[in-house]
């Protein structure tokens, strides 16, 4: 089974499982990263990026283990063997839940990125709306349903290794951004301690830590796949992100410490040209990441339709669960461009369940060896979830949006909407920015009026005037 396993996805190198894994924990999440210190604090909010990782580890080290007692490939096998059918499908349905979900996400922020930008450079007749519809269909028909046809994890790696460097890059641009910060002593108005930005920070760094759907993909295609050669790969990714995260975090944060900093960490920068280049470079990121989220879910579904784990699908079946996933994504997210609510719940229930509750939970069902590190993980997977519920429903009660995540605050119906990560997005900015030139054309369009209407009133009073005075 696991020389099948690395025939249907090529054998992949230690380098390149280190690449494929960190890739699959790391996205447009990072441009949140600043606001989650600026929430807790650069002491707290570091601590908390800390144990994050920490955790993550945890998990996917108890899901290795529990896959190589349970003698199964993937993880809804595992589930299959510890809790029959019902565990399977749960593990399936979450799977392309938290997967499918990110991909809408993914489509969504495109969409409202590309638009406003090439319409800075480029006439064009069309409406924004329609504007969008067309760059989101093109980047989906024409970049990322090619890229997902792909099955040899040693390509996709390739795509991978492309993806970290230009977020290695960005850390470097933040570093530039950051330095006059240090420097004119910036820094001292930095916050260092916030409890009460937990509950809006902790969802936000859990869920850009989530990378267990994909891990036993990795797991399986290695050349020798043992849980040491693994454990090292977990290792390595998760520290590669930690940092990644960890300085783009406190970057961010210290170049925007004396003003609020947004969402979208984008939104406190600049626009130039290179800040543009930037963001159309996360767009391109997020679109070539698009076959890190279609192979688990599409894992699932061929488990649940044609009920195929292991075994081979025929190439008809490989391209037509790939078309189905991509195009109900790049749908939802033309059709629905504000699903923030929905997605942002299955975030707040099915990522905690299945990347911190469930793995420890197998392991302790298979194993009778005492295991203090996986009852704990099971605790801290439940006050996950409820931490991750109530920041959903506060923020709902707020009127801040549904997601639970950045939301920022301003003068009423000028607070720009959120995309699904809670990222305040360039479309809605520059709707932002038209609301407001209507407004200040309206209100002048009115002082004028009332200026008109002082001069000719002081003009015919003067009539009056002149015409009592002749004889």
């Not at 600026?38 to 920490?54: K, N, Y």
């Not at 590309?114 to 319409?119: E, G, N, R």
């Not at 641009?173 to 902790?202: K, M, N």
Request: with cysteine.
């Amino acid at each position: 089974l696991l020389t099948r396993a690395r025939k249907m996805s090529g054998g992949v190198g230690t380098l390149k499982g280190v690449l494929n894994m960190a890739n699959s924990m790391i996205g447009v999440g990072i441009l949140a990263m600043p606001f989650c210190v600026q929430e807790c604090g650069l002491i707290l909010g570091s601590l908390v990026l800390l144990l994050a990782a920490i955790l993550t580890l945890w998990s996917c080290k108890m899901l290795i283990m529990a896959s190589h007692l349970a003698k199964a490939l993937t993880y809804g096998c595992v589930a299959e063997t510890v809790h029959g059918k019902w565990g399977m499908f749960l593990v399936h349905i979450s799977t392309i839940g938290i997967n499918v979900g990110t991909a809408i996400a993914c489509f969504i922020i495109i969409g409202d990125s590309i638009p406003p930008i090439l319409t800075n450079y480029v006439t064009l007749t069309v409406s924004l709306v329609v504007l969008r519809t067309v760059v989101v269909t093109l980047m989906g028909v024409l970049v990322a349903f090619p890229l997902c046809l792909i099955k040899d994890l040693n390509t996709i790696s390739h795509v991978s290794t492309f993806c970290i460097s230009f977020y290695i890059l960005f850390v470097v641009q933040l570093s530039i951004t950051a330095f006059p910060a240090l420097t004119d002593g910036s820094l001292e108005s930095a916050v260092l301690w916030r409890w009460e930005g937990l509950l809006t920070s902790v969802p936000i760094i859990s869920v850009a830590f989530s990378c267990q759907t994909l891990l036993l993909t990795v797991y399986t295609a290695e050349p020798d796949p043992i849980p040491r050669k693994m454990s090292f790969i977990i290792d390595a990714g998760i520290l590669l992100v930690t940092l990644i995260y960890s300085l783009g975090a406190l970057l961010g944060y210290i170049s925007y410490c004396t003003a609020q900093v947004k969402g979208d960490v984008f939104a406190n920068m600049p626009i130039t040209f290179v800040v543009q280049l930037t963001r159309l470079g996360f767009c391109l990121t997020a679109a070539t990441s698009f076959p890190l989220l279609v192979l688990p879910s599409r894992e699932s579904i061929n488990s649940l339709l044609y009920g195929q784990v292991s075994l081979p699908i025929s190439r008809k079946q490989f391209v037509l669960t790939t078309a189905l996933i991509v195009g109900f994504s790049l749908l939802v997210a033309i059709l629905f461009p504000k699903v923030e609510v929905v997605l942002t719940i299955t975030g707040a229930t099915m990522v905690p369940f299945l990347c911190y509750m469930y793995p420890p939970i197998l392991l302790l069902k298979l194993s009778t060896a005492p295991n203090k590190k996986a009852k704990i993980l099971v605790v801290v997977g439940v006050l996950l979830m409820v931490l991750s519920v109530a920041s959903v429903v506060f923020s709902s009660t707020e009127g801040g949006g549904a997601s639970g995540l950045p939301v920022i605050t301003g003068p009423l119906n000028l607070t720009p909407p959120l995309s699904p990560q809670g990222v305040v997005t360039p479309l809605a900015l520059a709707q932002q920015r038209e609301h407001k030139n209507i407004d200040r054309n309206r209100r002048h369009a009115d002082m004028s009026a009332r200026s008109n209407m002082v001069v000719q009133h002081a003009a015919n009073s003067a009539d009056k005037k002149r015409h009592r005075l002749l004889p």
